[in-house]
């Protein structure tokens, strides 16, 4: 990533809501890259505020969300999916003219449906979604590069001014991340399985794995390494924030577990009658699934995610 531009900032001002993970990256990455004039941080938690002071990631911070958004030109709220309508109502009637409020929620359909009529004439919503994060949440869990070479994913309804979006395009494209556009409901859908799913498998898995009597819960623990440990990592994710997804997502996720629940059956009968043919090829090409991802560079070729060998880090992993 290259360091500020010296061209003026996309944003003059800048209003951040919930200086969480996400919302406390944004900050950062914005002073870093040069993207905003004025940054200002807005978060309910008098803990989170001291903390953002300390970091020192906004230029003013507040817990108030109607003063804090006055005179902004675009508000980027951060708070979980089913905070949004009541952040959103509590700001509106601050926002000036001509301002844009965005998101970063992890479902769109339901977070434009919460926003969405709150806001006064003259200010646009374009919702968007980062295609990148971590199971680490609060201020201290953010970092500048975070959205770096990831894909960020806007829904501007329809009838929404193409400045509006650019405002958000360009914010998005300081900071690193690749920029797409699509329908709320179809990023739904497509999130659905290729995130929504896969936690709800992982925090199943290590449920019942807890739950197993003759397994006890040490052994799981201890070894834990093989594939099991990975699904630990999802499971470890905010709960408050999954929870809001589930209730904010239910139709594309029902949709795509039903898709899922087929197919493992059709796995599980393969195992139960021994069809070795039928396990290779559904394996072969999830191997090559596994390989398109690496080569966009979505992630890592290193074995094991990267995770340091014993022998080079002292014995510690
Ligand atoms: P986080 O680290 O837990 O931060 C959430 C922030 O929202 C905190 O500052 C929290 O303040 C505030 N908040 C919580 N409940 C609130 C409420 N009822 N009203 C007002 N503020 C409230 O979460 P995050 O990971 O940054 O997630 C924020 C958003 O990003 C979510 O919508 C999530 O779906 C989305 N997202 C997350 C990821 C990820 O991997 N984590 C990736 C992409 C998108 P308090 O200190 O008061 O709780």
Redesign the pocket.
């Known amino acids: 990533m290259a360091e500020p531009a010296a061209a003026a900032p996309p944003v003059d001002r800048l209003a951040i809501?919930?200086?969480?993970?996400?919302?406390?990256s944004i900050a950062r990455a914005a002073r870093r890259y040069g993207l905003a004039r004025d940054i200002v941080a807005i978060?309910?938690?008098e803990?989170?505020r001291d903390r953002v002071r300390d970091l020192a990631i906004a230029d003013r911070v507040t817990g108030d969300a109607a003063e804090g958004v006055e005179g902004a030109d675009l508000v980027v709220l951060?708070?979980?999916?089913?905070?949004?309508g009541?952040?959103a109502e509590a700001m509106a009637s601050r926002l000036k003219p001509g301002a844009v409020v965005s998101?970063?929620?992890?479902?769109k359909g339901s977070v434009v449906a919460a926003i969405q009529p709150h806001l006064p004439d003259g200010v646009a919503l374009v919702p968007g979604?980062?295609?990148?994060?971590?199971?680490?949440?609060?201020?201290d869990?953010?970092f500048s590069t975070l959205f770096a070479g990831r894909w960020c994913i806007l829904t501007p309804p329809d009838g929404t001014p193409d400045a509006a979006t650019e405002r958000v395009r360009a914010l998005w494209e300081g900071m690193g991340a690749l920029v797409e556009t699509m329908s709320p409901e179809h990023h739904d859908l497509v999130l659905a399985i290729t995130s929504h799913v896969p936690h709800l498998i992982a925090y199943n898995i290590v449920g019942t794995a807890a739950d197993l009597e003759a397994v006890t819960q040490s052994e799981v623990i201890k070894f834990s390494a093989s594939g099991f440990r990975d699904f630990t990592r999802i499971a470890a994710?905010?709960p408050?924030?999954w929870r809001?997804?589930f209730l904010n997502n239910r139709d594309a996720v029902l949709e795509m577990l039903g898709r899922f629940n087929e197919d493992l059956a059709a796995l599980a009968k393969a195992v139960r009658w021994g069809d070795g043919d039928a396990l290779h090829a559904m394996f072969t090409r999830t191997r090559a699934i596994r390989r398109s991802i690496v080569a966009l560079g979505q992630d890592t070729a290193a074995p094991d995610f990267g995770r340091p060998r014993p022998e080079e880090d002292g014995g510690k992993a």
């Open positions: 809501v919930g200086l969480g993970l996400i919302g406390s978060d309910g938690d803990a989170v951060c708070v979980p999916v089913g905070a949004m009541p952040v998101d970063v929620g992890s479902v979604h980062p295609i990148a994060g971590t199971e680490y949440s609060g201020p869990a953010g994710s905010d408050t924030m809001d997804i």
